[in-house]
């Protein structure tokens, strides 16, 4: 159906900035949304950000004021772009594509990881 390939991870220092990207490919049509999640060691996974399908935005109030998600649909890429890091962000990031209408379905893509050091 829709297939997700994540990048942009990496090693920052506190307080920098890096943006994730998640690529989809398929039938990105059938796509009513997309969202960031996070999981660190130990931790339950946690939301952190959506996008619908008429670009209706929705952040974390973990993340609200440091991070923004955004698409370019020419590109069929979201992004996540992550500003002011602090070491609790330090996550493995995956996204995901959700249709919850018709034929229902979630895509998730491999996961990025993001290591924040202090």
């Known amino acids: 159906q829709v297939r997700l390939v994540e990048s942009g991870g990496g090693l920052v220092q506190s307080g920098g900035s890096l943006r994730l990207s998640c690529t989809a490919s398929?039938?990105?049509?059938?796509?009513?949304?997309m969202n960031w999640y996070r999981q660190a060691p130990g931790k339950q996974r946690e939301w952190v950000a959506r996008?619908?399908?008429?670009?209706?935005?929705s952040i974390a109030l973990s993340v609200k004021g440091r991070f923004t998600i955004s698409r370019d649909n020419a590109k069929n890429t979201v992004y996540l772009q992550m500003n002011s890091l602090k070491p609790e962000d330090t996550a493995a990031y995956s996204c995901?594509?959700?249709?919850?209408?018709?034929?229902?379905?979630?895509?998730w893509g491999q996961g990025t990881q993001v290591t924040v050091s202090s």
């Open positions: 398929g039938s990105i049509s059938s796509i009513d949304a």
């Open positions: 996008i619908t399908d008429n670009g209706v935005t």
């Open positions: 995901n594509a959700v249709r919850v209408t018709g034929n229902p379905f979630v895509s």
